[in-house]
Structures are given as C-alpha cells and as structure tokens.
C-alpha cells in the first residue's frame, strides 16, 4: 500500500530522497532529509556569511621584544612602560639599573646602617663608663661579661664550658676601618698567651709576625690600666685568671708595642 501525500523529498538535488521526518533548514526553509539538513551538509547559500565571519582570526597581540614574534590574545602591559610583552619577556629592560642607580640606592641605605652604628656607639660608651664608675665591681663585670657573651665571636672548636670572654681593642697603627672598632671575642681559657695573640689577629686580619725577629711585636694590655698583660708568650691564660690579672668578659688592648704600656687615650 502506498501513502504519495505522506512525507516530503530532499531539496538536495544530489538526493532527492523521500523522508517520512524531513527537516527544514533555519536559514533557507527549505526541506532536507536527515542526512542533508545541516547547513554545512547541504552547503547552505543563506548561512555562508556566518561561516565567514566565524572563520576570521581574532586579533592578537605581538611581544615588543625585538626578534620575539610570540602572541596573545590578551594584552599584557608593563606597569612602567605601558608596552606589551610576552610571559617570557615581561621582565625586560625597564628593571635593569645601571651602576650609577645601584650605588645610589646602596648610599641611601647605608645612612639609616651608619646612624645607628653611631647611636649604637654612644649608648655603648655610655654603658661601658657607668660600669667603670659603677661601686659594685661584680654586678659591673657581670653586665659587662653579658654584653660581650652576645656579640662574641672566635673559633668554633672551643668547648662552651672552655670559653673566655674577653672585648678586644684593635691596635691603632693598622689605618684600616675593618680594625677600627672593638670586638667581642671568646678565646680558649687553656690557650697560652702566644696562642691567644694568634687567633686575636686572625679574627682581625691584621699582620702578625710576632715568630719572627723583629721589633713592634703584638702585645696584650689592659685596657683600664694600659699596663701589658703578660710579656711572656708561653704564660697559660688560665694562670692570668687564678692570679686576678684578667676577668673574663673585660676589655684588653691588642697593639704593637715593646713597651711595658700604652697610651690608653687612643683606645675609647
């Protein structure tokens, strides 16, 4: 049985086949079967402009750096140039300093450093002569003791229960500014005094040529007194200590000398 009025032909005319569920065709209404009823199927003439369109790139955005040829579809600006540059070049020539803006900014820093060096300096002295004045001796060597113990430095192989502490005076005659303030310093109690002298003037970088013949040797000398602390270099520290000739934590001169003292007005 047939059924001619039931179902419509495929406007393709490559086709033309009967479809009983034909479709129409948004864009030119015309009747496809299921197989041509797409726009792209059928090459539809009405729907071509929106391919077109579709199909146009979109516009991108090229690296400012030369020789670079890398795009993006989004813009990325410097912050200080206002030019766009790929990720792999955002860190360009606008965050380089020359040495002229380096030093500049090392000077500028370094006036806060020296103004507390200075302040740090004063507070200090000012510390270190209320101890002087101070009428209880052993409260004095304490606090002094403690203020050395945290800035000490010295050699790491000595035992904590070996250590002396002592804040050691550069000699004068060295015109270098490395020398020029006291250090605190923690030595072995142990060591002789020769061997002492040794590792002072290593920690300072200064010379030391007290094995040889010559004159102007290092020396050891109070710093209260200026009177030498020993001039015989195989005397055991410990010995100094036992006789109340050095306290552990106070300050003692480190200069080049022959004589018995020094002028204690160039040590403040």
Known sequence: ?????????????????????????????????????????????KSLPDVISSKEPSSNFICSKQDCKETSPVEMLCYKCKIHFCLKHRYHGCFETNDDETLKKLKKWQIPKRQFAQAKAIVDQEVSDSLKKSKNTAMANKVQLMRVKSVAVGPKNVPMNERCYFLVYPPVTISSKVTSIPKGIYMNKNWTVGKIIDSIADIFKIPNNN????????????????????????????????????IDGQCIILEYSDNTSVDLTFYK
């Open 1 to 45: 049985m047939e059924f001619p009025n039931t179902g419509e032909c495929c406007a393709l005319d490559d086709c033309k086949q009967l479809d009983f569920l034909p479709f129409k065709c948004d864009h030119c209404h015309l009747t496809f079967c299921k197989n041509h009823f797409n726009a792209e199927s059928h090459k539809c003439s």
């Open 211 to 246: 094995n040889t013949s010559t004159t102007n040797k290092l020396h050891l000398f109070n710093h209260n007194t200026g009177v030498s602390i020993s001039n015989k270099m195989d005397t055991p520290l410990i010995d100094l200590f036992e006789n109340s000739l050095l």
